[in-house]
């Protein structure tokens, strides 16, 4: 597609429940990276994937979130027993290759999150 | 880890004025983006800078790497250009690449007619 893509750009979920994110990246990006942006601060790095492998999680806050990419394109953001803390726009990157140097990352619109 | 810092954190200008905003950050990076995050939140680069100068219409900006800043100008400001300006920078990893943006603050500028 001409830029990356999110669904659904907006969800609303009841503490406690469990939601899947989704990110289509542009057509041939290698690279594929999840930010989390709560209100008035800049997006904060979740996880990063160099084709279908997540190549750093380390921005994962805990064991409630996951993410895979199981063919190296479209990827999808897990979170399970959701928390209220857990309201956020997650942004979704994408950039031509990983490697050496990172390269330009395009974001996508974001699903802005809210947990009840 | 290292720290990006934005200034001016808010801005307001009068249609037509010129402006600055600086980005300083703590270590050495691989790359640096600006980006515009407009009213409904969508994420706009504006340049991908980790080194010299570029420009682009009414804007350009300069990344001094060896003195760790980036300055974006804008000129001859518009309305349009109401939102929030984010410096996000790649830190490097002995030579290679830690993948991971990592953003400043942001300044808020509000053009007004």
């Known amino acids: 597609g001409a830029g990356v893509s999110q669904t659904p750009s907006n969800k609303v979920t009841e503490k406690g429940k469990y939601v899947e994110l989704r990110c289509d990246p542009i057509s041939g990006h290698t690279a594929l990276y999840w930010y989390r942006q709560s209100l008035g601060q800049g997006p904060e790095f979740l996880i990063y994937f160099q084709g279908t492998g997540a190549a750093d999680d380390s921005g994962l806050p805990n064991d409630r979130f996951f993410a895979v990419r199981p063919e190296g394109s479209v990827s999808t953001l897990k979170i399970q027993r959701t928390e209220r803390g857990d309201s956020a726009v997650y942004l979704c990157?994408?950039?031509?290759?990983?490697?050496?140097?990172?390269?330009?990352?395009?974001f996508g619109p974001g699903t802005r999150l809210t947990v009840l | 880890g290292i720290q990006v810092e934005q200034s001016p954190p808010d801005l307001i200008l009068q249609e037509g004025a010129n402006s600055t905003l600086r980005c300083n950050f703590s270590d050495s990076v691989n790359n640096l983006q600006w980006f515009h995050q407009n009213p409904w939140g969508q994420l706009i680069n504006l340049f991908y800078i980790p080194s010299g100068t570029k420009q682009n219409g009414r804007l350009s900006a300069t990344t001094v790497a060896t003195e760790r800043y980036s300055l974006l100008y804008i000129s001859s400001s518009q309305t349009t250009d109401s939102g929030v300006y984010f410096c996000?920078?790649?830190?490097?990893?002995?030579?290679?690449?830690?993948?991971?943006?990592?953003f400043g603050t942001g300044t808020l500028l509000a053009v007004q007619p």
């Open positions: 990157a994408s950039s031509l290759t990983g490697r050496l140097a990172g390269g330009e990352q395009f």
């Open positions: 996000a920078v790649e830190g490097a990893n002995y030579g290679g690449a830690t993948n991971k943006l990592i």
